[in-house]
């Protein structure tokens, strides 16, 4: 069982940056692929990014690559998105979620946080 909850989202001008935190409980962070979704209104929910468990291979969706960044701290039990360069569009609830096997899909991931809110006015 893993816990996951978000952090560090809010309101910020376009151009701007925010780094979001996702902290997790439990010993078996550092076995588990993280991934970061985002849902606007209306919409379905969309991956982000994801970083592998052992080796860290990261991957990102070509909406947000060369803009965010996906990292995680094993021994914080915690995965960050850092985004730069934000745009109107990147506003939407972000979520954090962990998988036990690589993976894009959000039906793949088996534990979710909450979500925070991040808005991007123009």
């Known amino acids: 069982q893993v816990q996951l909850v978000e952090s560090g989202g809010g309101l910020v001008q376009a151009g701007g940056s925010l780094r979001l935190s996702c902290a997790a409980s439990g010993r078996t962070f550092s076995t588990y692929v993280m991934g970061w979704f985002r849902?606007?209104?209306?919409?379905?929910?969309?991956?982000?990014?994801?970083?592998?468990?052992?080796?860290?291979?990261?991957?990102?969706?070509?909406?947000?690559?060369?803009?965010?960044?996906?990292?995680?701290?094993n021994a914080k039990n915690t995965v960050y998105l850092q985004m730069n360069s934000l745009k109107?569009?990147?506003?939407?609830?972000?979520?954090?979620a962990a998988a036990g096997l690589w993976a894009t899909?959000?039906?793949?991931?088996d534990y979710w946080g909450q979500g925070t809110q991040v808005t991007v006015s123009s």
Do not use: M, N
Request: charged residues 30%; glycine residues 6%.
């Open 39 to 73: 849902q606007a209104p209306g919409k379905e929910r969309e991956f982000v990014a994801a970083i592998g468990a052992r080796y860290r291979t990261t991957v990102l969706s070509d909406s947000v690559k060369g803009r965010f960044t996906i990292s995680r701290d």
């Open 88 to 96: 109107p569009e990147d506003t939407a609830v972000y979520y954090c």
């Open 105 to 109: 899909s959000a039906r793949e991931y």
